[in-house]
């Protein structure tokens, strides 16, 4: 009935409407976790997310996030998707979040509320001992010896089997065809996605979205980095220190800057920055596409002896 109402309030009415949701309310260090905002606006309204990179704060980290829209016939529904981390060992929480909505009705501004979350101590009984401090005590009966020796027993026999089982299988079954390499496997993306036609249906933003996820893997792949997980500002900075050109450093920069507005700001480009798009992404994987090594033919011994030695047998026989 929630969702019901929220939907009759938005079609009525210029009234912004927004829910939050978070996937866990507490994390230990490095874990991620999910924590989405949902907004129903005037339809064909413009919303300006928050900037992940600065507008979480410092305990915070932004891993990746996208929007989802839903079109309704009097609104629209937006889903902005975050997945988040901290690498502090203390609780923290997501600040307030601003969203600018421009419409019909005017500009409006949706502020979240503060969502704290807590952190949960990575500390064990060994660690403890070893950095001076007293683990937790506990109470109760203790646990019967025999009961986890038979646990323990019947787990490593279930292990054992499982792998006779998987060796068994693995020697039945030709191994797997060798991975495409990086560079053809982008272009075969790139061609791919031109068959979808994006452009020419409008769809501009998803033509942006998976271009941009062809040129990290790709990146990903050619340098071995985690480039697909990578934000655009640890793009940049990967970048900054990478082995390359000064050239293909901005191509790099450029390109996800730019991108970025398109992605997640709903903002749409020229013609000639979409093309662009295309040429930096082409031009890159040209420039850094690994040169083939000629196979040098082996010489035949026998060949070169006939031939050296018949114009000499001829000398002789003369």
């Not at 933003?205 to 500002?233: H, M, N, P």
């Not at 293909?248 to 013609?271: E, Y």
Request: net charge negative; aromatic share 10%.
């Amino acid at each position: 009935m929630l969702p019901m109402l929220l939907f009759l309030l938005a079609s009525e009415s210029s009234a912004i409407i927004f829910s939050t949701a978070l996937t866990a309310k507490s994390l230990s260090v490095g874990d991620r976790i999910g924590y989405s905002v949902k907004l129903i606006v005037p339809k064909n309204a413009t919303v300006t997310p928050p900037t992940p990179e600065t507008d979480f704060g410092s305990s915070i980290q932004v891993k990746e996030w996208n929007m989802y829209t839903t079109e309704r016939e009097h609104s629209d529904s937006l889903t902005y998707a975050y997945v988040i981390t901290t690498y502090i060992p203390e609780p923290c929480s997501i600040p307030e979040l601003h969203f600018i909505v421009q419409s019909d009705e005017g500009t409006d501004t949706i502020t979240t509320e503060v969502q704290p979350l807590q952190v949960v101590s990575v500390i064990t009984a060994d660690s403890a001992d070893l950095m001076g401090l007293k683990a937790p005590l506990s109470a109760g009966k203790a646990p019967k010896w025999w009961l986890w020796l038979s646990c323990i027993a019947a787990g490593i026999a279930a292990l054992v089997f499982g792998g006779i089982q998987l060796s068994n299988k693995l020697r039945h079954q030709p191994p797997p065809p060798p991975p495409v390499p990086p560079y053809e496997e982008a272009i075969n993306a790139l061609n791919e996605l031109g068959v979808k036609k994006y452009l020419q249906r409008g769809l501009i933003r998803e033509y942006v979205f998976e271009l941009s996820e062809i040129f990290k893997r790709y990146i990903g792949r050619r340098y071995e980095c985690s480039a697909s997980d990578f934000t655009t500002e640890e793009m940049i900075a990967w970048s900054g220190a990478a082995t390359l050109s000064k050239k293909l450093k901005t191509s790099i920069d450029w390109f996800f800057r730019t991108t970025d507005p398109v992605k997640f700001a709903r903002l749409v480009p020229d013609s000639d920055t979409i093309d662009r798009f295309t040429a930096e992404v082409r031009e890159f994987l040209e420039a850094t596409k690994p040169s083939e090594q000629p196979v040098e033919e082996p010489v035949n011994s026998e060949s070169v002896t006939e031939n050296t030695t018949g114009p000499t047998g001829n000398g002789e026989g003369a």
